[in-house]
């Protein structure tokens, strides 16, 4: 196997993951995604063409030429998108990056490249916040110490082989003798396994120790390359929301603790509340445009029961934040806090783009009331939650008025929680992702009441706020999230667009304080919602534990390592097991030191003659003992230190003065080894120096090979060499310079 070709083949991937680390996250840019593809289909053109024949390279002024032109490029995927600033640099890194693949290469423009691909690598990490980034930067950083390696290697291959100056750049192509034919092995594999380890150990052991500040968030340098989020903006058309509950894509990562941060698990099928929806018009639902926004007031410790939440939200294009409702505050550690809108409930974040770290702090009983949420007025209950087309309230309070008949109309909790027993009933209406319709020529959510009686959440959700409605409940619709994966490895939950829903909000009056009394019903079918759910992901949600797993570290432990974190993780665990210790040694010194006075606590002379005497005077004894050798081996140290070094003994050091003798002879002619060298090499590269002279070099060439094995013998098996190998070596040596001072052959 031929070492070069490894140390280039291997170049070329590491420059492939490098740009797939730039664009893993870019699933909205497919020019990013074209990128791995494109790098990695030029290595292996430049791999076959180039690399192997420099005459195959680009002529000097294309290459130029095309440097220019990458310029522009850059100038014009700025101007279609300045928010993408750092995106832009990693894509011109790349096209310099081409360009530079099909020209001859020197040591230097293989640094160049690397740390081309090092850019791309940092890009990537700051413009990408998903797991996957963290998977190719790890595959990155192995292959870039293997590819360091082997760098230096051929590097210095070249360098002592070359007849050039010291200074010039040395070209890495092919040699036509490959200097490291046996190096890969099974030796060479284990050092450079242990190596790694210890690189990626010890890089991992500063990121754990550095002091981190408080709070740390995952803020980007400009603006992210997002995903939408459906079914979450200011208009949704019935069943767009479809769309994405069969997506497996994670949308959040939760961490639950109680009022004092310990862990403890989540509630049964949390309704992760998001955005309201209060007009209905044509099989379209909007949101109100009328904002009151509010900060959150800071919470105090102990006035109630709570339930915390460590919330890390995916990058997505949406305002909107995810909680337990009801909110008591919304943090984050960004300048901006959260606000909470006042008239419809729905929490926002000042930065509508990105992704986004926040806690949530809900009031662990979800029937509360919301503070900060304003009472509707007489003219929005009427015009906005009480709104209905006429044909679409004509045809749906025939079918609900017989369900809410029995029921009082003071009882507006017990009418509410008929309708929805009503579309519980499984003999009636059934739960499908399928989309369809019966009579097109209707309203989709009569159609859906009277005729198709089968559809997801959206759908049941807008029949029973609009059913509401017409039997005179004020409601509205609310999207959000429902459940998540929980995984019992690192107690979090992970929530994805699968888990999307829809439920409802009716409003059924004031507190005595005035508060706005709004009770949440779910009119989906859960049984039959929670089998769907789960066949969503295919044969990848059977190894949802170890992925989440992956990205859970990812999220929380490294883009989201903060202070709070390494004290959990580090700093608490050393201070208790240093306490733990430090009581420890106290119990033994107590012991100890009880033991010792009791041990020399005698009555009389009379009471040594006994066991516990011997065993005092054993101990002491010893102890002396211990005291004067240790005393006699300092006394030799300093003295040896005094008296300096000694001389070699004649038989340890003849072959290592004879070793000197052949470096002497070599170095008048300007063979002198390397500091990077070892004996071995420069030893085979006098041999190769020899043979060059010549008639009369070849006869010596081995010479050098045979002094530096006796040198060997001596320096590193610690062996004496025999009077007879001495005077062979001796005379090896003098025939060696006799032939040396002999002119070379012409």
Same mark, same amino acid.
């Given at each position: 196997?031929?070492?070069?070709?490894?140390?280039?083949?291997?170049?070329?991937?590491?420059?492939?993951?490098?740009?797939?680390?730039?664009?893993?996250?870019?699933?909205?840019?497919?020019?990013?995604?074209?990128?791995?593809?494109?790098?990695?289909?030029?290595?292996?053109?430049?791999?076959?063409?180039?690399?192997?024949?420099?005459?195959?390279?680009?002529?000097?002024?294309?290459?130029?030429?095309?440097?220019?032109?990458?310029?522009?490029?850059?100038?014009?995927?700025?101007?279609?998108?300045?928010?993408?600033?750092?995106?832009?640099?990693?894509?011109?890194?790349?096209?310099?990056?081409?360009?530079?693949?099909?020209?001859?290469?020197?040591?230097?423009?293989?640094?160049?490249?690397?740390?081309?691909?090092?850019?791309?690598?940092?890009? *990537?990490?700051?413009?990408?916040?998903?797991?996957?980034?963290?998977?190719?930067?790890?595959?990155?950083?192995?292959?870039?110490?293997?590819?360091?390696?082997?760098?230096?290697?051929?590097?210095?291959?070249?360098?002592?082989?070359?007849?050039?100056?010291?200074?010039?750049?040395?070209?890495?192509?092919?040699?036509?003798?490959?200097?490291?034919?046996?190096?890969?092995?099974?030796?060479?594999?284990?050092?450079?396994?242990?190596?790694?380890?210890?690189?990626?150990?010890? *890089?991992?052991?500063?990121?754990?120790?550095?002091?981190?500040?408080?709070?740390?968030?995952?803020?980007?340098?400009?603006?992210?390359?997002?995903?939408?989020?459906?079914?979450?903006?200011?208009?949704?058309?019935?069943?767009?929301?479809?769309?994405?509950?069969?997506?497996?894509?994670?949308?959040?990562?939760?961490?639950?603790?109680?009022?004092?941060?310990?862990?403890?698990?989540?509630?049964?099928?949390?309704?992760?509340?998001?955005?309201?929806?209060?007009?209905?018009?044509?099989?379209?639902?909007?949101?109100?445009?009328?904002?009151?926004?509010?900060?959150?007031?800071?919470?105090?410790?102990?006035?109630?029961?709570?339930?915390?939440?460590?919330?890390?939200?995916?990058?997505?294009?949406?305002?909107?934040?995810?909680?337990?409702?009801?909110?008591?505050?919304?943090?984050?550690?960004?300048?901006?806090?959260?606000?909470?809108?006042?008239?419809?409930?729905?929490?926002?974040?000042?930065?509508?783009?990105?992704?986004?770290?926040?806690?949530?702090?809900?009031?662990?009983?979800?029937?509360?009331?919301?503070?900060?949420?304003?009472?509707?007025?007489?003219?929005?209950?009427?015009?906005?939650?009480?709104?209905?087309?006429?044909?679409?309230?004509?045809?749906?309070?025939?079918?609900?008025?017989?369900?809410?008949?029995?029921?009082?109309?003071?009882?507006?909790?017990?009418?509410?929680?008929?309708?929805?027993?009503?579309?519980?009933?499984?003999?009636?209406?059934?739960?499908?992702?399928?989309?369809?319709?019966?009579?097109?020529?209707?309203?989709?959510?009569?159609?859906?009441?009277?005729?198709?009686?089968?559809?997801?959440?959206?759908?049941?959700?807008?029949?029973?706020?609009?059913?509401?409605?017409? =039997?005179?409940?004020?409601?509205?619709?609310?999207?959000?999230?429902?459940?998540?994966?929980?995984?019992?490895?690192?107690?979090?939950?992970?929530?994805?667009?699968?888990?999307?829903?829809?439920?409802?909000?009716?409003?059924?009056?004031?507190?005595?304080?005035?508060?706005?009394?709004?009770?949440?019903?779910?009119?989906?079918?859960?049984?039959?919602?929670?089998?769907?759910?789960?066949?969503?992901? *295919?044969?990848?949600?059977?190894?949802?534990?170890?992925?989440?797993?992956?990205?859970? =570290?990812?999220?929380?432990?490294?883009?989201?390592?903060?202070?709070?974190?390494?004290?959990?993780?580090?700093?608490?665990?050393?201070?208790?097991?240093?306490?733990?210790?430090?009581? *420890?040694?106290?119990?033994?010194?107590?012991?100890?030191?009880?033991?010792?006075?009791?041990?020399?606590?005698?009555?009389?002379?009379?009471?040594?003659?006994?066991?516990?005497?011997?065993?005092?005077?054993?101990?002491?004894?010893?102890?002396?003992?211990?005291?004067?050798?240790?005393?006699?081996?300092?006394?030799?140290?300093?003295?040896?230190?005094?008296?300096?070094?000694?001389?070699?003994?004649?038989?340890?050091?003849?072959?290592?003065?004879?070793?000197?003798?052949?470096?002497?002879?070599?170095?008048?002619?300007?063979?002198?080894?390397?500091?990077?060298?070892?004996?071995?090499?420069?030893?085979?590269?006098?041999?190769?120096? #020899?043979?060059?002279?010549?008639?009369?070099?070849?006869?010596?060439?081995?010479?050098?090979?045979?002094?530096?094995?006796?040198?060997?013998?001596?320096?590193?098996?610690?062996?004496?060499?025999?009077?007879?190998? #001495?005077?062979?070596?001796?005379?090896?040596?003098?025939?060696?310079?006799?032939?040396?001072?002999?002119?070379?052959?012409?």
């Amino acid at each position: 196997m031929n070492s070069y070709l490894v140390y280039r083949a291997s170049f070329y991937v590491m420059m492939t993951v490098a740009a797939t680390a730039l664009s893993v996250d870019a699933s909205d840019d497919p020019v990013s995604w074209l990128l791995p593809p494109l790098v990695g289909a030029a290595g292996l053109v430049a791999f076959l063409t180039v690399d192997r024949n420099p005459n195959w390279a680009l002529p000097t002024g294309l290459a130029s030429l095309l440097g220019l032109g990458s310029l522009a490029l850059l100038y014009v995927e700025y101007s279609m998108d300045d928010s993408q600033a750092v995106r832009c640099l990693g894509h011109w890194l790349v096209s310099l990056q081409l360009i530079k693949y099909f020209l001859p290469k020197s040591s230097e423009d293989d640094w160049v490249l690397f740390l081309v691909g090092l850019m791309q690598v940092l890009i *990537g990490a700051v413009i990408n916040v998903g797991d996957q980034v963290g998977v190719w930067l790890f595959v990155w950083a192995v292959l870039a110490v293997w590819v360091l390696g082997q760098f230096f290697l051929q590097r210095e291959a070249r360098r002592f082989l070359a007849t050039a100056p010291a200074r010039a750049r040395v070209p890495l192509e092919p040699l036509p003798d490959d200097p490291y034919r046996n190096l890969f092995d099974g030796a060479y594999f284990s050092a450079t396994v242990r190596v790694l380890a210890l690189t990626l150990g010890l *890089g991992f052991f500063f990121f754990l120790v550095l002091p981190r500040q408080q709070g740390v968030t995952r803020a980007r340098f400009g603006t992210t390359a997002t995903k939408h989020l459906t079914g979450f903006d200011e208009e949704v058309a019935l069943g767009q929301l479809g769309e994405i509950l069969e997506n497996d894509s994670p949308v959040m990562t939760v961490e639950f603790s109680d009022e004092d941060r310990a862990p403890v698990p989540p509630p049964p099928e949390p309704l992760w509340r998001g955005v309201t929806l209060n007009s209905y018009e044509k099989g379209r639902w909007r949101r109100q445009n009328y904002r009151s926004m509010r900060t959150f007031p800071t919470y105090r410790a102990g006035r109630r029961k709570v339930i915390r939440q460590a919330v890390k939200l995916e990058a997505n294009d949406s305002p909107t934040l995810f909680g337990l409702r009801p909110f008591v505050e919304v943090s984050t550690g960004r300048r901006l806090a959260p606000s909470l809108n006042a008239v419809d409930g729905t929490v926002f974040r000042a930065e509508s783009r990105g992704a986004y770290d926040y806690e949530v702090i809900s009031d662990a009983d979800p029937a509360a009331i919301q503070n900060g949420e304003e009472t509707p007025s007489e003219d929005r209950l009427r015009n906005v939650l009480l709104a209905c087309p006429e044909d679409v309230e004509e045809a749906l309070k025939k079918v609900a008025e017989p369900i809410v008949a029995a029921i009082p109309a003071a009882d507006v909790r017990g009418r509410a929680g008929a309708i929805e027993a009503y579309f519980h009933d499984s003999r009636i209406f059934a739960y499908t992702l399928e989309m369809g319709s019966v009579d097109g020529a209707i309203d989709p959510v009569v159609d859906f009441v009277l005729n198709r009686k089968e559809g997801h959440c959206e759908y049941f959700a807008s029949a029973m706020a609009l059913m509401l409605r017409s =039997v005179g409940i004020p409601s509205r619709l609310v999207n959000g999230f429902k459940g998540g994966d929980w995984n019992d490895f690192t107690q979090s939950m992970t929530v994805r667009q699968k888990h999307a829903h829809s439920w409802v909000e009716a409003y059924l009056g004031r507190t005595e304080q005035g508060q706005p009394i709004w009770v949440t019903f779910d009119p989906t079918p859960g049984n039959e919602r929670d089998r769907s759910v789960a066949q969503v992901g *295919g044969l990848a949600s059977n190894f949802r534990s170890f992925t989440d797993l992956f990205r859970y =570290v990812w999220v929380f432990y490294i883009l989201g390592y903060d202070s709070n974190r390494q004290t959990k993780l580090i700093y608490s665990p050393v201070k208790l097991l240093a306490q733990q210790i430090n009581a *420890g040694y106290a119990i033994l010194w107590k012991w100890a030191s009880e033991t010792f006075v009791g041990l020399f606590q005698f009555r009389n002379l009379q009471s040594l003659i006994s066991v516990k005497g011997f065993v005092v005077s054993f101990l002491l004894l010893t102890l002396l003992a211990v005291v004067v050798k240790g005393a006699i081996w300092l006394i030799k140290r300093i003295a040896a230190w005094w008296r300096g070094p000694s001389d070699d003994g004649p038989g340890a050091t003849a072959g290592i003065l004879f070793y000197r003798r052949l470096a002497h002879l070599l170095a008048d002619y300007d063979l002198r080894r390397a500091p990077a060298e070892t004996q071995g090499e420069f030893a085979h590269r006098a041999f190769r120096f #020899l043979n060059g002279r010549g008639d009369g070099g070849q006869q010596v060439a081995a010479l050098p090979e045979k002094v530096v094995e006796a040198f060997y013998q001596v320096r590193f098996g610690d062996r004496d060499l025999s009077p007879e190998t #001495l005077a062979d070596l001796e005379k090896s040596l003098d025939q060696l310079e006799a032939r040396l001072a002999e002119p070379a052959a012409p």
